[in-house]
């Protein structure tokens, strides 16, 4: 706008809830932002975008700074009854450079705050069209349950990967995951050299991991283009290309009424839970399914499918791409190979997804990928169901005595031995808390010995608080199973990095601040992991009479500490307090909902 426009000349902004008191900052801020004053109650636009401090944050602003400005475009050139706000911005945490530490615990909470925050912003500016850039991995958790509350026409784009960095002596590739498994390498340099290379760009983690596994489901899902999922941060699409199209989604979306809860519905949670599994997602995913589907006033468990359910397709749905943690490719490679449109497209040519549910584009999911015309799988990063990478799904959901309700939860694909036709049987060996167990691997790591089950408890939602992710433990004990070819599983109340690898249980409920059975494993213990009939149990808890006498002994600790178990740890922090008070087991998203 000139500065002509923006001249003192009386203008007609009185509308029929004009007030001066109100009027005059939305005029001054107009103003401020070459606005046109005129417009100060036609509805709102807004972007936001998620920001914290590590690299997955670090291309944000620019996408954010680029949305706003095509968002403005659009208003000016099509005369829009519309007026753009500034953007804003919610705090986000970096689970990389906090696992293994105590601030860990506020990774999941992270979400819950970006929600917050996003939620504030819509309602209290009255937003009507939302663009938000988002990043990491629980911030666009957290960003879309607050798109799906507040209800109204919004587009999600993904800021992107980092790629992947190059061993400076060997050329092989590295990232994040591979830093922590060098971790415990006695050599010093070796460690320097993977410190030093392994993320070298700006981007989100590129494989596999919580990051590509949530934005792959938001695609799906219908809330952002299939086609800017895979690109990198960096990739100039993201910036010359891409915000144009979005807000083309957002005037769609607009001009035809269609909101968010139109178009996240039971079946395109279904189709997004598939795709997750059939690219090996992450762990994290069933909590985070949970969080969205609630926003969206859905139940997972009894309107999308039932564990019995995720069981069966998990049985037979293949793993169809070659990618990071459990194999050899990252997010780079799959946008050079046909984009996630490809993987979408298999998987629909197959029959396991519904291609009618709607999406941000206006368009159904497979008329997103006809107009997208994706190649075929290549069979080298992508692969075909007929011809898939692996051979039963990424995800599996363990019931037992330790997991009396189901929702414990295995990632098969990242497994790499220990069982034997469907079966592993190994003896506990108790921690109460991650930090004991790092310390022990640390110090002690010839004590662990094959077919150990590590336990990791009061780590859980309300324990922690915060239910912590476990990569610095796993990625240890990855480094020590591959060095003296031996197994070593892990089971715990906390979750897992999409990065982890190898026989980790997580999200076993309840937990152990409310006296969940894994509370009451000790020393020695067999525990079995069934994955023939998706079992998680303990042999000694089968018997009646132990089962009571050490609850009984939990129970008197716990009155003993006055009312809290000693093992678990005590929270002062205003937003741990709240988490313990409200945090909700894994099956319900661990997240604080008070009810």
């Known amino acids: ?213 949530m934005q792959t489901f938001i695609g799906v899902l219908g809330l952002e283009p299939l086609h800017m999922i895979a690109p990198p941060s960096d990739d100039a699409r993201r910036l010359e290309l891409f915000p144009e199209q979005l807000v083309d989604c957002l005037v769609t979306m607009t001009d035809r009424g ?94 396991f997804i519904d291609g009618t549910t709607l999406t941000c584009t206006g368009a159904t999911l497979a008329e997103q990928i006809e107009r997208l015309n994706p190649p075929p799988a290549d069979h080298e990063v992508i692969f075909s169901v007929e011809r898939p990478f692996k051979e039963t799904g990424g995800l599996r959901l363990l019931a037992g005595n330790l997991a009396p309700d189901g929702g414990a939860i295995l990632k098969l694909a990242g497994v790499e031995r220990g069982i034997v036709d469907g079966i592993f049987t190994g003896k506990a060996r108790v921690f109460n808390g991650e930090r004991s167990l790092i310390d022990a691997l640390d110090e002690d790591s010839d004590s662990f010995q094959d077919n150990d089950m590590v336990v990791i408890r009061y780590e859980g939602p309300r324990g922690a608080p915060g239910m912590p992710e476990m990569l610095d433990p796993t990625s240890k004990i990855t480094s020590l199973c591959r060095k003296r070819d031996i197994t070593i599983a892990l089971m715990t109340d906390a979750r897992f990095s999409g990065g982890s690898v190898g026989l980790v249980i997580g999200h076993v409920a309840p937990e152990a601040f409310v006296g969940g059975p894994i509370a009451l494993v000790e020393d020695g213990d067999t525990i079995t992991v069934d994955i023939n009939a998706d079992r998680l149990d303990c042999a000694e808890l089968h018997d009646p009479s132990t089962l009571q006498r050490r609850m009984a002994a939990w129970e008197a600790r716990v009155i003993a500490n006055g009312g809290t178990h000693p093992d678990a740890v005590t929270v002062t922090h205003r937003v741990l307090k709240r988490m313990r008070a409200t945090g909700q087991p894994a099956l319900r998203g661990g997240g604080m909902i008070d009810e």
């Open 1 to 213: 706008m000139t500065e002509e426009n923006q001249s003192s000349t009386p203008v007609a902004i009185a509308s029929s809830n004009s007030n001066p008191g109100r009027d005059v900052q939305r005029v001054g801020t107009a103003k401020y932002l070459g606005e046109d004053v005129t417009k100060i109650h036609d509805p709102v636009w807004a972007v936001m975008g998620n920001l914290g401090d590590s690299q997955c944050y670090l291309g944000v602003q620019t996408k954010v700074a680029a949305v706003q400005a095509a968002m403005s475009k659009r208003i000016v050139e099509q005369n829009r009854a519309n007026r753009l706000i500034a953007p804003a911005f919610t705090v986000g945490v970096s689970d990389g450079q906090l696992n293994g530490t105590p601030q860990m615990r506020f990774s999941l909470i992270g979400r819950e705050l970006v929600n917050d925050a996003a939620s504030t912003h819509l309602a209290a500016n009255q937003v009507n069209g939302f663009i938000a850039v988002v990043a990491c991995d629980k911030p666009p958790v957290g960003t879309v349950a607050a798109i799906l509350e507040h209800n109204v026409p919004a587009v999600v784009l993904s800021d992107g990967s980092i790629k992947p960095g190059h061993h400076p002596r060997t050329g092989e590739r590295i990232d994040l995951v591979t830093a922590f498994q060098y971790a415990t390498d006695p050599d010093e340099q070796a460690r320097q050299d993977v410190t030093l290379n392994a993320c070298p760009g700006q981007g989100s983690c590129g494989g596999m991991f919580t990051y590509n596994t």
């Open 258 to 351: 269609i909101t968010p809860r139109d178009i996240v519905t039971p079946a395109s949670l279904r189709n997004a839970l598939i795709v997750a599994m059939a690219m090996g997602g992450s762990t994290n995913v069933m909590l985070h399914s949970v969080e969205i589907a609630r926003a969206a006033g859905i139940d997972l468990w009894t309107q999308v499918m039932s564990q019995d359910e995720f069981n069966e397709l998990s049985h037979r749905l293949p793993v169809i791409v070659n990618m990071r943690p459990f194999g050899e490719y990252s997010m780079v490679d799959v946008d050079a190979s046909g984009g996630l449109p490809t993987v979408v497209n298999e998987l629909l040519k197959a029959g």
